[in-house]
């Protein structure tokens, strides 16, 4: 009988590749797509770090390495946490993964017990509620509008924490929106997490250097928490390296050694040549990472400036990461002859179809009224998409 485990039969699939898939079947049929429903930079993996997977090869690290990845990537990450975040890890508090998505996972499923609460904060990443169902656990989804600029306050955490709370999942720069977390907001949140000493934070820290406020922030500088902080991070967004596949957590030992346990069943340590490159990006000249900063920057105001001129979008101007969250509820109900736009599902279709422009429906992140855009893509497809979105929302009545 072919049954799939109930398990499985949980989960959603993902919204965005599936937005990404039928975007490229338009593609193949020959419809000029601008696709801005991918989390990925459209920049080339810089040379230097290039330079070290070549050399990898050449020096055959071609075996397994150890499941929380070489000591010299461990010991590269521990340097640039400090450094850079001020912060104090061993080697021994990092374990490398086959992406910080992975990573998400491992702490997730090395935490979380049948019946646990995970708080979210939508809108979120879709994944996160994914996950805490593959773990058995109910995610607790806590709601911030656009009107909040899409963060949660310490009094809506507070709230949303019970005897069952295992976790908060906390993402600055945030994916799908784009909001920064100052000290003072993050300070207010650890100062909740305090009270309450059976809840961990599990911090995405993944668009870390993207990033137009200055300064990151983590969570885990606060010293009354920092043992119940997980920092998930990576070099997919910063060093344009998302095939490469190396995320980490930086976390107490005893949720590392659990991870690494879980790990060593069913993935062992990442691709020995990806952590020799990742050594490399974490080791070598930042420059690429504020060029690349800056590039983000350029075209966040560019598509907000234009987004701002579309009729009926409310539009907020994020801090950080590559997305623009507008908020798209007034066109709910309208119609294009046949065509009726009921959600964000719909909306998100109906510029695709129409506009020839591939977005995704807010209802995947957890915030149905809205639609994510990613403007990880050059000025001219920015300016273009933004033209063709204009006129197809101008076709509804």
């Known amino acids: 009988m072919n049954q799939l485990s109930d398990r499985l039969n949980r989960l959603s699939p993902s919204a965005t590749l599936a937005m990404s898939q039928k975007s490229s079947e338009l593609k193949a049929q020959g419809v000029d797509v601008i696709n801005l429903s991918v989390g990925e930079p459209d920049f080339n993996t810089p040379d230097h770090i290039k330079a070290a997977a070549i050399k990898a090869v050449e020096e055959n690290y071609s075996r397994y390495s150890p499941v929380p990845g070489y000591p010299a990537l461990r010991e590269a990450i521990a340097a640039k946490l400090k450094k850079e975040n001020g912060l104090d890890y061993t080697p021994a508090q990092i374990l490398c993964s086959n992406g910080a998505k992975q990573s998400v996972c491992n702490a997730i499923m090395a935490l979380v017990n049948a019946g646990d609460e995970v708080i979210i904060p939508a809108p979120y990443w879709v994944s996160y509620p994914q996950m805490v169902k593959l773990a058995e656990g109910e995610p607790v989804i806590v709601e911030a509008g656009i009107e909040q600029d899409f963060k949660i306050t310490p009094a809506q955490l507070e709230a949303a924490i019970t005897p069952k709370t295992r976790a908060l999942i906390l993402c600055s720069p945030s994916n799908p929106t784009g909001s920064v977390y100052s000290k003072e907001e993050l300070q207010g949140l650890a100062e909740v997490i305090a009270r309450h000493e059976r809840v961990i934070v599990i911090a995405d820290e993944i668009y870390e250097h993207i990033n137009y406020v200055g300064k990151h922030e983590s969570i885990a500088q606060f010293g009354e928490i920092k043992d119940r902080v997980v920092i ?166």
């Open 232 to 397: 998930v991070n990576g070099v997919s967004k910063a060093y344009a390296m998302t095939g490469w596949r190396i995320g980490f957590i930086a976390a107490p030992e005893w949720i590392v050694k659990g991870c690494n346990k879980l790990q060593g069943q069913y993935t062992s340590g990442p691709c020995s040549v990806s952590q020799k490159a990742a050594e490399a990006a974490y080791t070598g000249s930042q420059q690429c990472v504020e060029d690349m900063r800056q590039a983000f920057e350029r075209r966040k105001n560019l598509i907000v400036k234009l987004a701002k001129e579309i009729p009926g979008l409310e539009v907020n101007d994020p801090q950080g990461a590559f997305y623009l969250f507008p908020k798209c509820s007034s066109y709910f109900g309208k119609a294009d002859g046949e065509r009726r736009i009921e959600n964000s599902t719909d909306f998100a279709m109906y510029l695709l179809e129409v506009g020839h422009v591939a977005t995704v429906g807010g209802d995947a992140f957890g915030s149905p009224e809205c639609f994510r855009m990613s403007y990880a893509t050059s000025d001219e497809n920015i300016v273009e998409a933004m033209k063709r979105i204009k006129e197809a929302l101008a076709r509804l009545r």
